[in-house]
């Protein structure tokens, strides 16, 4: 009798719910159609899938509801009709579904916050650190470059990267290179890797850093010397002297060329060649996709904590209704009622917010690298104090809304009723 309403409505939810990703399927809204790399991958669906939306929300409705229930019905009937008093106990409940909600759906909430501010740094950073108009990888290695551009060595190494393989580039150029703002002088083959290298993978000046050729499947270990300030850009750099003797590279040879203007090259002598707008436009597409997922992650945060908060000030309500009709016949108006009741719980919950955004935030830093693992680019989260506040002051708004929502349970209560129940 207690178990069945709770049990019909969980499965109808999963089902329903199981039905709606049939019909509107996810990679509609968080997934990476139209991005220029990614090609469209159907998703699938197991029945293995079916079965956990449709018994999964029952069978823990069912365990939570058995969980909730076991002292009461460990008692006797005796002891429930002589004593019918509400108890004053599952204050420590209310605490703790209050402190792990607030984590969770902090969590949740950064994580969206992450992928959004990954998307809005690249496209903010990265035309910044391109500071040529034209790059040309030249077919054959050149001796000579032309006059006003700038010349340099790149060789593609790979380095593991969550599952994947990832090639990194390591660019070799001369001291003064007006493109790059690193000093490779007295480098003596040790190597200066972007920021955005350093983020990645935790690294930092005085560490070593371990690569393999793809070609030839010969690991190189290098020493950091120092970190670029490059956020985006997965790239070391290296003295081109240091890494032509590497590659055992012989006298001048340069298969990079950097310039301000267009150069005269023939389509015999390029491998490849792009303009700086070209380099950037993919950001652009990034754009729509990173936000897509960045508003459904926020939408479940905040969704998954609204409907928390209310549901625990009306618990808190609802187990005091006996109080509720005690106070409300001595005088007491709704609001003082109210503030009896919950004034507790709304600081709590307060408190819970502040910090589950600054841990919700720690969280979400190394989820981001597996988030994102695909991504060639280097990802930058940071935590302002404006950001804090403002989201704190959602937080609050939504406690101080469902606090008032308390006001109708307290006004809805039956106070007869459960004074002639006392009596």
Request: overall charge negative; hydrophobic content about 45%; some cysteine.
């Amino acid at each position: 009798m207690l178990l069945l309403p709770f049990v019909l409505v969980a499965t109808v939810g999963g089902l329903v719910g199981f039905l709606a990703s049939c019909a509107f399927p996810l990679e509609g809204v968080v997934g990476n159609e139209g991005y220029y790399s990614i090609p469209e991958i159907p998703m699938i669906t197991h029945p293995l899938i079916f079965l956990y939306c449709v018994l999964m929300p029952p069978l823990v409705c069912t365990l939570v509801s058995l969980f909730l229930m076991r002292k009461k019905m460990a008692q006797t009937a005796a002891s429930l009709l002589v004593s019918s008093s509400e108890s004053s106990g599952g204050s420590g409940g209310i605490v703790g579904v209050t402190i792990i909600g607030s984590l969770l759906a902090a969590a949740i909430f950064m994580v969206g916050r992450g992928v959004g501010t990954y998307a809005t740094t690249v496209a903010e950073r990265l035309p910044d650190e391109i500071q040529y108009n034209y790059v040309y990888e030249l077919a054959e290695e050149h001796k000579t470059i032309p006059a006003g551009a700038q010349g340099a060595y790149r060789h593609t190494f790979s380095v593991e990267d969550h599952g994947y393989i990832r090639d990194i580039q390591f660019i070799g150029i001369e001291q003064g290179n007006r493109y790059f703002n690193v000093s490779v002088a007295d480098l003596n083959g040790d190597v200066i890797i972007s920021s955005a290298i350093a983020s990645r993978y935790g690294l930092q000046s005085g560490d070593s850093l371990s690569v393999f050729d793809p070609l030839t499947a010969e690991s190189f270990d290098f020493d950091i010397r120092e970190v670029a300030d490059y956020n985006v850009q997965l790239a070391i750099f290296m003295d081109i002297g240091d890494l032509r003797s590497l590659l055992d590279k012989d006298g001048v040879a340069f298969n990079m060329v950097y310039s301000d203007a267009p150069l005269s090259f023939s389509k015999s002598q390029l491998f490849d060649s792009a303009t700086k707008e070209e380099l950037i436009a993919p950001v652009e597409q990034l754009g729509p996709e990173v936000r897509s997922s960045r508003n459904v992650l926020y939408t479940l945060g905040i969704l998954f904590y609204s409907v928390m908060m209310i549901y625990l000030f009306q618990f808190a309500v609802v187990r005091k209704r006996r109080d509720v009709a005690c106070l409300s016949s001595l005088g007491y108006r709704n609001g003082e009622i109210a503030l009896s009741l919950t004034g507790k719980l709304v600081v709590l919950a307060c408190v819970s917010a502040a910090v589950s955004l600054l841990v919700g935030y720690h969280v979400s830093l190394p989820l981001m690298p597996e988030l994102l693992a695909s991504t060639p680019i280097g990802i930058i989260l940071d935590y302002h104090l404006p950001d804090y506040l403002l989201h704190l002051l959602v937080a609050t708004g939504i406690i101080l809304l469902s606090a008032l929502l308390a006001l109708w349970r307290i006004a809805s209560t039956d106070i007869l009723f459960y004074l002639r129940n006392r009596e």
